[in-house]
C-alpha cells in the first residue's frame, strides 16, 4: 500500500511555532516594525482587521503595474491577464476552504455576504409567488409563520440582516441563549430549532467570548429540521483549517481584511445547487446572459452573484494571502494562536478587578480576549494601553445584545495573530495590572 | 502628548465624585422651568440623561444620569457645577466656547476665565475618538436649555 501524504499530515510533522519563527514572521509585515508613543507597537487588534505582508503588498502592486484591466470582457491581452489572475485567484479560495470554484463569490467583505444571503431569499419568495425562476424556490422562500434562527453571541452582521429579512417576510426570528460562561445553550438550541425553521445563522467563533462554537452540533439540528445553515467564518477562517465542505454547511461567509489581505474583499461559500437556484441580490453588468427592456436572464453563480466591475486587485491580494497562511500552516497558527490566547487569560485571569469574558483558562478558546476592568471603562483602558504602544479593541466589538447579556456595555478585547509573540502578550498584561491604580479604581 | 496631558487630575477627580450625578435623588426647584436630554455615543455605547432646571433666567440647578468612560463623566460633573448661577446666555457662550475649543484638535486654547475647570478638557482636543465623550453632556446640556427656556 502506497503512504499517502496529505499537506494535513505534512504540516503535523512540522515543528510547531515558536517565537523565533514569529520573529522572522514579523520581517514580513513593515507596519510592524514602528514604534508608538515611545515603545515598539504591539498590535492586538488583529480581530478587528489585520496587517499586510508584503507578499500580498506586493501581489497588488505586481497587479496594477502589469496586469490590470476590466475582468470577463475585451479582447485584449491586458484584459486576458487580468482575467486569468481574478479567476485564478477565485480557485485558491476555493481550495483555501475546500469548496468547488463555481461556489466561491466575490463580496466586499462578510457583512455584505450575509446581506446577499438575506436578499436573494426575500427574493426568492417574490418569484416563487410569481412562478418565476427554479420550481424548487418555494423550498427555499422565507414566510410568515417560518422561523429564522441566530444566538446571542452574533457579531451585528450575522444580526441585523436577519433581522430585517424577517421583517420583510413576516417570519419570526429566535436566537438561542448564551450561558454564563458564554457557550451556546445546546439543551435551548435543540428546543427551538423545528421543522418551521428555515435559516440557521451562526458564527464558528466568537469575535468577542473566543469560543469556538460545536459546528457539527448545530448543522445537525438544522439538517433534523430542514433549515438552511449559514455560518460565519469571520474569525476562524483566517485563524484555522476551514473545510466547508466537511462541516456541511450550506453558505459560509468571510472578510479578506481579518486574513492579511486588503479590505473591500470577501468571500461568500454557497453550495452550488442552491446559488444557482436563488434570484441575484444585486443587478447590473456582468451576471447576465441576454436581456431586452422588459427582463434579464442571469448567469449561474457565482457570476450571478457578482454585479458590476469587481475589486480584481483586491482578490489577487486576497489569493496572495490565503497562500501566506497556507505556506505557514494553519493548523500550526491555530495552535500558535491558541497557545496566546491561553497566556492572556490566564494573565488576565491573575489581576484583581479583572473579568475575562467567555471561557476560563484552560478552556478551548481561540487567540482574543474581551475583558472588563472594574471600576475603568474600556475607553479609558484602551488609552491607557495605547500610551504604551499596545493597540486594542474598546467597546461593543458589533455585538451589543452579548454585551447586555453579560451586563456590560462596553469591553477591551486583545487579539492575536500568527505575527504575535508571548512578549507582546506579556507587555499587554503588564500594562493592564498598571490600568487600575492610573485611574484609582 | 503624554497621558496625564489627557488625564489631568482634575478630570480624574471629577470622574469620581460626580457632581450633579443622581436624577431621582434631585428634584429640580419647584417652580423652575426644565428641560431634559438623552444623548448616547453608538460608538462606545457612553450615555447621559442630563436635566437643566431655569429659574428668573438662570441656570438653577443640572442633574444628570450617565455611564461612560472617565472623559464623559468628569466632564458631565464639571459641566455640572460650572453651570449653575450662571444665566442661560451665559451657558450658551460657555457651551460654545467649549465646543471650539474640543473641535480644534488643539489650535484654540482654553481660556480659564470662561471655562474654569473644564478648561482641563483642553488635552482631549489632540484626541479625535476621545473628542464626542467630553463633548456628550455639553450636547444634552445646550438641547436641554433650548426646552427649558
Known amino acids: ?350 489581576i484583581p478587578g479583572v473579568r475575562v469574558l467567555g471561557p476560563a483558562a484552560g478552556q478551548e478558546r481561540i487567540g482574543l480576549a474581551a475583558f472588563d476592568v472594574e471600576g475603568v471603562h474600556a475607553h479609558d483602558v484602551g488609552q491607557f494601553l495605547d500610551s504604551q504602544g499596545i493597540a486594542v479593541r474598546v467597546g461593543h466589538h458589533c455585538a451589543q445584545p452579548l454585551h447586555r447579556r453579560l451586563g456590560l456595555t462596553a469591553t477591551t478585547r486583545a487579539s492575536a495573530y500568527l505575527y504575535n509573540t508571548t512578549d507582546d502578550v506579556d507587555a499587554f498584561l503588564e500594562s493592564v495590572a498598571g490600568v487600575r491604580s492610573y485611574f484609582r479604581a | 502628548m503624554s497621558l496625564d496631558q489627557l488625564y489631568q487630575q482634575i478630570i480624574l477627580d471629577h470622574s469620581k465624585v460626580r457632581h450633579g450625578s443622581g436624577l431621582a435623588t434631585m428634584a429640580a426647584p419647584e417652580g423652575a422651568s426644565t428641560g431634559q436630554s438623552h444623548q448616547l455615543n453608538p460608538v462606545c455605547g457612553d450615555e447621559v440623561t442630563l436635566r437643566v432646571a431655569v429659574e428668573d433666567g438662570k441656570v438653577a440647578q443640572v442633574s444628570w444620569d450617565g455611564e461612560g468612560c472617565s472623559i464623559s463623566m468628569a466632564s458631565a460633573s464639571v459641566l455640572s457645577e460650572l453651570a449653575e448661577g450662571l444665566s442661560v446666555a451665559e451657558l450658551h457662550t460657555v457651551i460654545d466656547n467649549f465646543r471650539e475649543v474640543l473641535r480644534s484638535r488643539g489650535k484654540v486654547h482654553a481660556d480659564p476665565e470662561i471655562l474654569g475647570d473644564a478648561a482641563a478638557f483642553e488635552g482631549v482636543a489632540r484626541y479625535a475618538a476621545r473628542v464626542k465623550c467630553a463633548m456628550i453632556s455639553w450636547v444634552a446640556a445646550e438641547d436641554a436649555l433650548n426646552q427649558a427656556a
Request: include cysteine.
Open chain 1, 1 to 350: 500500500m502506497a503512504l499517502v501524504t496529505t499537506p494535513a499530515t505534512l504540516e503535523r510533522a512540522l515543528p510547531a511555532i515558536n517565537n523565533a519563527e514569529v520573529q522572522r514572521i514579523r520581517n514580513d509585515f513593515p507596519v510592524l516594525a514602528q514604534r508608538v508613543n515611545g515603545r515598539p507597537l504591539v498590535y492586538l487588534d488583529s480581530g478587528a482587521t489585520s496587517q499586510n505582508p508584503l507578499s500580498v503588498i506586493e501581489a497588488e502592486q505586481e497587479f496594477y503595474e502589469q496586469r490590470n484591466a476590466a475582468v470577463h470582457r475585451g479582447a485584449h491581452y491586458l484584459a486576458v491577464e487580468a482575467t486569468e489572475a481574478f479567476e485564478d485567484a477565485r480557485q485558491a479560495m476555493a481550495d483555501f476552504i475546500g469548496a468547488d470554484y463555481a461556489e466561491t463569490v466575490w463580496t466586499s467583505n462578510a457583512t455584505e455576504g450575509l446581506n446577499l444571503v438575506s436578499y436573494a431569499l426575500s427574493n426568492a419568495a417574490l418569484w416563487a409567488a410569481q412562478g418565476r425562476g427554479d420550481a424548487r424556490l418555494g423550498e427555499l422562500a422565507v414566510g410568515p409563520g417560518d422561523q429564522i434562527v441566530v444566538t446571542e453571541m452574533e457579531h451585528h452582521a450575522n444580526l441585523i440582516p436577519w433581522q430585517e429579512l424577517a421583517f420583510r417576510t413576516g417570519a419570526r426570528l429566535r436566537y438561542i441563549p448564551v450561558d454564563d460562561a458564554g457557550s451556546l445553550r445546546m439543551d435551548e438550541a435543540a428546543e427551538i430549532l423545528g421543522t418551521r425553521t428555515k435559516i440557521l445563522a451562526f458564527t464558528h467563533a466568537s469575535n468577542v467570548l473566543g469560543t469556538i462554537n460545536p459546528v457539527q452540533e448545530l448543522v445537525a439540528l438544522g439538517r433534523k429540521a430542514g433549515a438552511l445553515v449559514v455560518l460565519d467564518a469571520c474569525q476562524s477562517a483566517p485563524h484555522l483549517p476551514l473545510d466547508v465542505k466537511a462541516l456541511d454547511v450550506d453558505f459560509a461567509v468571510f472578510s479578506g481584511h481579518k486574513m492579511l489581505a486588503p479590505t473591500g474583499i470577501g468571500v461568500l461559500y454557497g453550495k452550488q445547487e442552491i446559488l444557482d437556484t436563488l434570484p441575484p441580490f444585486l443587478t447590473g453588468g456582468s451576471m447576465i446572459t441576454t436581456v431586452t427592456m422588459e427582463r434579464a436572464e442571469y448567469l449561474p453563480a457565482p457570476q450571478r452573484f457578482e454585479a458590476g466591475t469587481q475589486r480584481i486587485s483586491q482578490a489577487v491580494a486576497l489569493a496572495a494571502a490565503a497562500n501566506y497562511l497556507t505556506e505557514t500552516g494553519l493548523e500550526r497558527v491555530h495552535r500558535w494562536e491558541s497557545e496566546l490566547g491561553q497566556r492572556m487569560v490566564a494573565g488576565l485571569e491573575n
